[in-house]
């Protein structure tokens, strides 16, 4: 669970000035108000004035309308809310986290050596059958967390196995639910287990696929833990075929083996005319690549639309962010696990997460570091197919009012997250979700 170096080149950013109207102050009933009901794009209108998006030195008012930022007037019924000067910028994407394994909000767990994948899939049906929370309660405590942190959407890996069922599917599944006015979520059908080497997950995963609680079936690694390459790939791209499902698939492997899988996988999704439909987490082979070898496969991921996740492990194995951009390939940033027993580490914070990318990565220009925030807001939402909150007229109204005065200054000082906005309306407030 980690990622290879996010080279010192531009990936995107920026934000649209919008003009506005006169406004009351912010206060807790208001955001109360705000944070009402549980429509994804409510048929309201609010203007949150005073405020400076992307990190403008002057302040204007933003209109939302139905969710969306709006060049228009504002409506003469708009809700009004003053943001006091504050620093506007989008919302966070988490492209990858595990929060059906965590033991967040609860007490403190005492890990112990582990020598692989194997021993760690052991010590999670501990902790599962150890806690006296269930799978729901647990996750939706992280992932409410994650909102109050600025986080707008994640994609979900629940472990599915024979020492689960689909417990642990039904219970980030109802904790979406719950939290489906302030965050949007996908989840993945994870076989932490192996899908050839645990018997009775091969079925599982087709029940989950099934069930319509999934949007995506995954895999881990095919070679070194599954040792069935063709048998594990045949199986879950067979599942996501069938069923109108994605592939999110685990890649740990560092060498040629990592390299073997990712071709099987290309051809897959070339076979199954299933572009723009896969993706990869990890992928710690690609930072090994000589340069040849890393252009041609971008190039080949790039041409079928096959998605990657990064995790910021460390310097050697953060994913080359900025080559693969090159080639059209979309990359998102996540948490991985939080909490759990594989880490004592983690905070489903992904403004801290781009702070590591940046760190790891060692930029220092102001550029680099918007590129770094660029790829926590955008990236993530590129691999999920959502809309990036960039401020323009249409865009998601999902961002973030913050005491900042830059990006570069919010990456690297990580400032409070005062008002949280989902589709429009203020869903936390002073890291305490409404």
């Given at each position: 669970m980690v990622p290879p170096p996010l080279s010192r080149r531009g990936v995107l950013a920026g934000a649209a000035s919008l003009a506005g109207a006169s406004a009351t102050a912010f206060t807790p009933a208001a955001a109360a108000a705000e944070a009402g009901g549980h429509d994804r794009h409510p048929r309201e209108s609010v203007i949150f004035k005073n405020v400076r998006p992307g990190g403008a030195k002057k302040a204007v008012d933003l209109v939302v309308v139905d969710g969306r930022i709006s060049d228009r007037p504002a409506p003469r019924n708009a809700r009004i809310i003053d943001g006091g000067g504050r620093l506007a910028l989008p919302t966070l994407v988490d492209a990858h986290i595990h929060p059906?394994?965590?033991?967040?909000?609860?007490?403190?767990?005492?890990?112990?050596?582990?020598?692989?994948?194997?021993?760690?899939?052991?010590?999670?049906?501990?902790?599962?059958?150890?806690?006296?929370?269930?799978?729901?309660?647990?996750?939706?405590?992280?992932?409410?967390?994650?909102?109050?942190?600025?986080?707008?959407?994640?994609?979900a890996h629940a472990d599915v196995a024979p020492a689960y069922g689909l417990k642990g599917v039904e219970g980030v599944a109802e904790a979406r639910e719950?939290?489906?006015?302030?965050?949007?979520?996908?989840?993945?059908?994870?076989?932490?287990h192996g899908v050839i080497r645990t018997p009775g997950t091969d079925k599982l995963l087709e029940e989950a696929a099934r069930s319509g609680l999934v949007d995506m079936i995954g895999g881990i690694d095919p070679i070194s833990f599954d040792h069935a390459l063709d048998e594990q790939l045949d199986l879950v791209f067979r599942l996501a075929d069938r069923?109108?499902?994605?592939?999110?698939?685990?890649?740990?492997?560092?060498?040629?083996?990592?390299?073997?899988?990712?071709?099987?996988?290309?051809?897959?999704?070339?076979?199954?005319?299933?572009?723009?439909?896969?993706?990869?987490?990890?992928?710690?082979?690609?930072?090994?690549?000589?340069e040849g070898d890393l252009e041609s496969m971008a190039a080949d991921l790039g041409e079928l639309d096959i998605a990657l996740t990064t995790v910021a492990p460390n310097e050697s194995l953060v994913l080359p962010i900025a080559k693969l951009r090159e080639h059209g390939v979309r990359v998102g940033l996540g948490s991985d696990g939080v909490r759990d027993s594989w880490s004592p580490f983690g905070n489903a914070d992904m403004l801290h997460r781009t702070h590591i990318l940046g760190w790891v990565t060692d930029v220092r220009l102001d550029a680099e570091l918007e590129d770094v925030f660029a790829v926590g807001a955008h990236g993530g939402a590129d691999v999920m197919g959502l809309g990036r909150?960039?401020?323009?007229?249409?865009?998601?109204?999902?961002?973030?009012?913050?005491?900042?005065?830059?990006?570069?200054?919010?990456?690297?000082?990580?400032?409070?997250?005062?008002?949280?906005?989902?589709?429009?309306?203020?869903?936390?407030?002073g890291g305490e979700l409404l």
């Open positions: 059906d394994k965590t033991t967040w909000g609860g007490s403190w767990l005492s890990r112990k050596p582990a020598k692989g994948i194997a021993d760690y899939c052991a010590q999670d049906v501990e902790v599962f059958r150890s806690e006296r929370r269930d799978v729901g309660e647990r996750a939706y405590g992280l992932m409410a967390h994650a909102v109050t942190r600025g986080t707008r959407a994640m994609r719950r939290l489906s006015h302030a965050l949007d979520v996908q989840i993945v059908g994870f076989p932490q069923y109108g499902v994605g592939v999110d698939i685990h890649l740990h492997d560092r060498d040629e083996k990592g390299v073997k899988v990712l071709r099987g996988i290309i051809e897959r999704t070339r076979a199954l005319s299933l572009r723009g439909k896969v993706t990869v987490s990890h992928v710690f082979c690609l930072p090994k690549m000589s909150a960039t401020f323009e007229p249409g865009a998601p109204a999902d961002f973030m009012l913050m005491r900042g005065e830059c990006v570069p200054q919010v990456v690297v000082d990580m400032p409070g997250r005062d008002v949280v906005v989902h589709g429009g309306r203020v869903v936390a407030r």
